[in-house]
């Protein structure tokens, strides 16, 4: 890795490579052992996995970069798709110099995947709740409205919009969720995400819900997902558990899709039960 490299005890090294396409890719690096690389969500960054990453650094090297997309990594090309993720991980591996074993949280859980079908020298797969029911052609004008919404600086409406059409989150949750925001403040130096959505939405609409291709990821993988998580996650997950041919499934009472930020400590704990310690 290269560039400005940050160093502190809490954080790990912060450092940036450039992808195959010259695309800066931004990654922090935290603890010893074996390599693992955590790979985040829709809406996330160097932070996402921080919270579940600071119970494993004791016993593993942790790799935690932010999509291409998402800052401080640079945008890349538009249109985006899983390859394109696929060949940052590719780059990222190179630089670790070994086989990895590979997190995925949500849409980063379906990065993972692809990586692994894709040939990547991956150990195992980690999974939390990869939304593969959300893709297809049926995305291309969520992603239209989304750009709309947030090109009008809408962002209630483009939030409401994700969680309506991608993460179909139940209605009655939705009313709670704004309910909850409606006396609360957006923090000023809050990062932008809304390119990082808009180059996910890209790649989920380009891909398909085809889960029995994910066959031919052979490695050993734990699947994860939170007991009270809304369907169709419950149901996809369920198909995807019957067909990864070597598959721990593991679901959190009392959870739901936000389970890593919410009890990263047992996530952590899971995780670190199913990895090998060497």
Request: aromatic share 6%; with cysteine; hydrophobic share 45%.
């Amino acid at each position: 890795m290269s560039s400005e490299i940050e160093l502190s005890e809490s954080i790990g090294v912060i450092a940036s490579f450039a992808s195959f396409d010259g695309t800066v890719i931004s990654c922090r690096q935290l603890g010893s052992g074996p390599a693992v690389v955590m790979v985040h969500g829709s809406g996330g960054g160097l932070h996402s996995w921080q919270p579940v990453a600071e119970h494993l650094a004791g016993r593993f090297e942790l790799w935690t970069p932010a999509r291409r997309g998402y800052a401080p990594s640079g945008a890349g090309r538009s249109p985006k798709r899983f390859a394109d993720e696929v060949e940052d991980l590719k780059a990222l591996i190179a630089t670790i110099g070994r086989p990895v074993h590979l997190v995925g949280m949500s849409y980063g859980a379906t990065v993972a995947l692809h990586a692994a079908a894709a040939g990547l020298p991956v150990r195992s797969l980690v999974l939390w709740e990869p939304p593969l029911y959300a893709a297809g052609e049926e995305l291309a004008p969520v992603l239209g409205e989304f750009e709309e919404l947030t090109a009008n600086g809408d962002r209630r409406r483009a939030d409401r919009l994700l969680a309506e059409k991608v993460a179909r989150v139940p209605a009655a949750l939705l009313d709670l969720m704004d309910a909850g925001e409606s006396t609360a403040s957006e923090p000023d130096n809050e990062p932008d995400e809304a390119p990082g959505w808009c180059r996910d939405l890209e790649s989920m609409a380009a891909d398909s819900v085809d889960v029995e291709r994910w066959s031919m990821v052979t490695v050993p993988t734990l699947l994860m997902r939170g007991a009270d998580t809304w369907q169709p996650m419950p149901a996809t997950l369920d198909r995807l558990a019957t067909v990864l041919p070597d598959v721990t499934y593991t679901t959190f009472p009392g959870q739901m899709h936000f389970a890593p930020s919410v009890v990263p400590e047992a996530v952590a704990a899971e995780i670190a039960r199913f990895l090998p310690s060497s």
